[in-house]
């Protein structure tokens, strides 16, 4: 299971120039990654792979992603009792580090129902059956979530901003729902392989202050540096 350099499996990648993208939200181009149908069919086939031989199947942006979140949660000192949801949990791999992690008032939540299956069934395995995976759909979940201290995405964004269908304006509703289900001062950790630090900061501009930027692998072409992802801290404000 471990990684040992960081996965952007699935990414476009966020290298174009920082200058040209400043204070843009320009959209790429769209593709089967955001699609329901997509990660149904990928967590089925983990589901069942996890049945039959105990693997718990990717880990999206690789194990690092994880730790660089955890170091972070550590140095702002998350308190172990903060309400912290996983949007988009995929097989529940960063819940399982969280709990592991000492924090126990987790919750995650995907709109795919093998993903919450799989999930369910890899903390289980772990003997964390007290860790709810809810069946949820984050654009539409009008009051079903709130009063969470840690929002906690490593890629959902992405794969919202790639569907084919409505991607204005699925981007428009998550940030709103982001904004309904964080409490006020709430803190949001945002992993992304598809944005640059700069389109980021325009898409959470409104209701959001800007925290800090986790240091994330750089690269050189051309003469440039770039990241091949971004990870971002936002705090919720009125």
Not at 89 to 115: C, K, M, W
Request: overall charge negative; proline content about 3%; glycine content about 10%.
């Amino acid at each position: 299971m471990e990684v040992a350099t960081e996965s952007t499996h699935g990414c476009g990648g966020n290298n174009s120039d920082p200058e040209e993208d400043r204070g843009a939200d320009a959209d790429f181009g769209t593709s089967k990654l955001g699609t329901k149908e997509y990660w149904e069919d990928a967590y089925q086939q983990e589901l069942e792979t996890f049945k039959e031989i105990g693997d718990v199947g990717e880990i999206w942006f690789g194990e690092e992603s994880m730790r660089r979140v955890l170091r972070w949660m550590d140095t702002a000192k998350i308190p172990e009792n903060a309400a912290i949801l996983d949007i988009g949990t995929g097989n529940g791999a960063f819940l399982v580090e969280l709990a592991q992690h000492g924090y126990r008032n987790l919750t995650g939540i995907d709109y795919s129902p093998a993903s919450v299956e799989l999930a369910r069934n890899i903390l289980q395995a772990e003997d964390l059956k007290d860790v709810p995976v809810k069946e949820v759909d984050f654009l539409n979940c009008q009051g079903e979530l709130k009063d969470f201290d840690v929002c906690i995405d490593k890629g959902t964004f992405d794969a919202i901003s790639l569907n084919p269908d409505k991607t204005k304006e699925g981007k428009k509703l998550y940030v709103q729902a982001l904004k309904d289900v964080l409490k006020d001062e709430g803190l949001f950790a945002i992993t992304s392989c598809n944005w640059t630090k700069e389109q980021l900061l325009d898409r959470f501009s409104e209701g959001f202050e800007f925290v800090q930027e986790l240091p994330t692998p750089k690269f050189q072409f051309g003469g440039k540096t770039g990241n091949s992802v971004t990870a971002l801290i936002f705090k919720r404000v009125q």
